[in-house]
């Protein structure tokens, strides 16, 4: 529990300094306050760290993303009543982006509704304001990288591109 409370301490820091920083660092960190929640929700999380994937923007933010589409996914299995419940997190590198997929097995999200989800005040919660996917896709893009969701044969996935830095 300490643990958790220093790790949440760490990550409410208010840092919204561009900086270059490691996409897996940031997904670690994010990982690390929610892990209570994975358990509790019984999420078998697939992520394997790929070292240091540097971008440039905003860690603190990016880990804010980080985990509010962690909290999206967590409430997805619930509100569908999904058992074996799998998330699937992976890096990967073109020639210009750190790309970073979340795919889960959710079940999915009704195909005329993918279009909306990232606009303002848009929620399919009954209790949402609809600002979560619309402001991941802001700092996104205001990092000069690209938001995107999709369905999968089972579930979704959320798609995050961000330019790496170059050596």
């Known amino acids: 529990m300490s643990n958790t409370t220093y790790n949440f301490r760490k990550f409410d820091r208010v840092n919204n300094a561009e900086c270059s920083f490691s996409v897996s660092d940031s997904i670690e960190e994010a990982l690390s306050i929610f892990i209570s929640s994975i358990k509790n929700h019984d999420i078998h999380v697939d992520f394997e760290y790929r070292g240091l994937q540097m971008v440039y923007g905003f860690?603190?933010?990016?880990?804010?993303?980080?985990?509010?589409i962690l909290i999206n996914v967590r409430e997805t299995f619930d509100t569908n009543n999904i058992s074996n419940r799998k998330?699937?997190?992976?890096?990967?590198?073109?020639?210009?982006?750190i790309v970073v997929e979340f795919t889960d097995n959710a079940g999915g999200i009704d195909p005329a509704l993918i279009s909306k989800l990232s606009e303002p005040y848009f929620t399919t919660k009954e209790h949402g304001t609809g600002n979560g996917?619309?402001?991941?896709?802001?700092?996104?893009?205001?990092?000069?990288?690209?938001f995107k969701v999709q369905n999968t044969e089972d579930g979704s996935r959320f798609i995050l591109s961000v330019p790496k830095v170059l050596s």
């Open 59 to 68: 860690p603190t933010v990016f880990s804010q993303i980080i985990l509010h």
């Open 133 to 146: 996917l619309y402001i991941t896709k802001l700092y996104i893009e205001k990092m000069n990288g690209f």
């Open 87 to 97: 998330l699937k997190i992976q890096i990967s590198n073109d020639k210009d982006f």
